[in-house]
Nanobody, 120 residues
Framework: QAQLVESGGGLVQPGGSLRLSCAASGFRFERYAVGWFRQAPGKEREALACLSSSDGSTYYSDSVKDRFNISRDNAKNTAFLQMNSLESEDTAIYFC?????????????WGQGTQVTVSS
């Protein structure tokens, strides 16, 4: 059974950093693109970043580029989202997701999410 489990969320002060992890199991992780999303209360889900499995291409939303970095360790079946210079507007539930090969298109698997709160 395919599964994604996020971890690493928590409370951080503005300007701080967090690294989220996404542990995958039950499918050939190395063949799947990994994306990170977030959803804040009362807002729609927002796509943040994606890392392709085909050629290692990365994509970032304008709201997080230059602050967030997506990476993966296929040997550990884990993806990461390094988040720097966090702002209160980054407060949300963060999800990872996986889809076969490319970043474009709908995602096959989703994690349950991890809460990130940016507050002083």
């Amino acid at each position: 059974q395919a599964q994604l489990v996020e971890s690493g969320g928590g409370l951080v002060q503005p300007g701080g950093s967090l690294r989220l992890s996404c542990a995958a199991s039950g499918f050939r992780f190395e063949r799947y693109a990994v994306g990170w999303f977030r959803q804040a209360p009362g807002k729609e889900r927002e796509a943040l970043a994606c890392l392709s499995s085909s050629d290692g291409s990365t994509y970032y939303s304008d709201s997080v580029k230059d602050r967030f970095n997506i990476s993966r360790d296929n040997a550990k079946n884990t993806a990461f989202l390094q988040m720097n210079s966090l702002e209160s507007e980054d407060t949300a539930i963060y999800f990872c997701a996986a889809r076969f090969y490319h970043c474009q298109g709908s995602y096959d698997y989703w994690g349950q999410g991890t809460q990130v709160t940016v507050s002083s």
